[in-house]
């Protein structure tokens, strides 16, 4: 099995002062090569803490990728422990010393025991160049196991992966074929789609998985499939996909990984007409979401006049139910020469964190607009 472990080194990470951005990286690089990240973890510049660590790790797992520690200051221990678990030395390295003297030239920096201390390299470990700092990764082999070590720098350890350390785990290791479908759905908690979708996801085979993962009023479904013929594959994933879809249609805004104000910035550059927006409820966040898009900015319009223009209007008041309780009144609506057309109006209840209730009416809101003009596209003469 390729299970997968990342180990991240530093103090100023497990403090919380930096953060961890390689480990985020490293396990969404793996994933779509096709090991299973089964383990992120860190660990201060401890060395007790730090074998322990590699003890779990290889406890659980055939590839260790582990980031810091192989830098020139007193705090930079990550080498040394790897070479003593492994049983190896460390001597000074003909081409690690070339690359960093050729470094340090066109840097005008100078040599010292300090620095010369990057040029040394555990014996038993195959050099992996760094082409963009002085710090070598480093590639361990042993009995089955595979432990690589690269520099905390991101822009390094990237350059180090790609380059160095993804070629040689695809040679080596027979890697599954990892293929994911995307729906995105909006105003819908996690809850009623998992109901929704129950006795699909229970039917999946084994190497289908699905995730639902919920941010801020959207919620992204994720389908992965494993496995080794990738067309077969492709037919398996293309047929879940179109159940769990039928099932949750009313919810979906995009059959892809894109957000939504995106997708409605596309829909509005395709149809040409200016944007009114009269937001009294989210403190312009629905026009900041929409603006993102560089090419919209000209659509939206705050002064189009109904009188004389076609537009589409999205407007969020705070009005009164039946009952006298305060509540949120959504409406899209799309005017041709001066007259209302068509409109669409929801009413939501009030959120009582202000930040989250901003962003459910801008996100309900935006949807809101994207239904109006999906429904009928015949209505806008188009």
Not at 353 to 362: E, H, I, L, P, Q
Request: with cysteine; proline share 4%; net charge negative.
């Amino acid at each position: 099995m390729n299970r997968a472990v990342i180990l991240t080194i530093g103090d100023e990470i497990l403090f919380g002062h930096i953060f961890d951005s390689n480990a985020q990286w490293l396990a969404n690089q793996l994933s779509m090569a096709g090991l299973d990240v089964v383990f992120k973890m860190t660990t201060g510049d401890n060395p007790e803490l730090i074998i322990d660590a590699l003890g779990f790790a290889f406890d659980k797992a055939d590839v260790l990728l582990v980031t810091g520690g192989l830098g020139p200051t007193k705090d930079d221990i990550t080498k040394k422990i790897l070479a003593e678990w492994f049983s190896t030395q460390l001597e000074i390295l003909p081409i690690a010393l070339k690359h960093l003297e050729e470094k340090l030239m066109r840097r005008a920096r100078p040599m010292n025991d300090m620095v010369m201390k990057q040029a040394l390299h555990p014996v038993s470990a195959t050099y992996l160049k760094n082409e963009m700092g002085t710090a070598p990764g480093i590639w361990f082999s042993e009995k089955g196991k595979i432990c690589i070590a690269m520099p905390g720098v991101p822009y390094e350890m990237k350059q180090i992966f790609t380059d160095e350390v993804l070629p040689r785990l695809q040679s080596q290791l027979s890697l599954d074929v990892i293929l994911h479908r995307f729906i995105r759905t909006v105003g819908v908690p996690e809850t009623t789609l998992a109901l929704a979708v129950n006795d699909i996801e229970e039917s999946f085979p084994p190497n289908i998985k699905m995730a639902y993962l919920p941010s801020g009023g959207l919620v992204k479904l994720r389908i992965t499939a494993k496995g080794f013929d990738s067309d077969m594959l492709q037919k398996e994933l293309d047929a879940q996909e179109e159940m769990i879809f039928k099932c949750i249609s009313e919810y979906v805004y995009a059959r892809q990984d894109k957000e939504l104000e995106s997708i409605v910035s596309e829909i509005l550059l395709q149809k040409q007409f200016p944007l009114k927006i009269n937001d009294n409820l989210t403190e312009g966040r629905i026009a900041y979401l929409l603006m993102q898009e560089n090419a919209v900015q000209n659509l939206l319009s705050l002064g189009a006049n109904p009188e004389t223009n076609s537009f589409f209007l999205i407007q969020t008041t705070l009005q009164k139910d039946l009952d006298g309780m305060d509540i949120q009144h959504l409406l899209a609506a799309f005017y041709q020469n001066g007259i209302l057309l068509k409109q669409k109006v929801i009413d939501i209840r009030i959120f009582p964190v202000k930040d989250v209730n901003r962003n459910m009416v801008s996100l309900r809101s935006i949807d809101l607009l994207r239904r109006l003009i999906l429904d009928d596209d015949a209505n806008f003469g188009i």
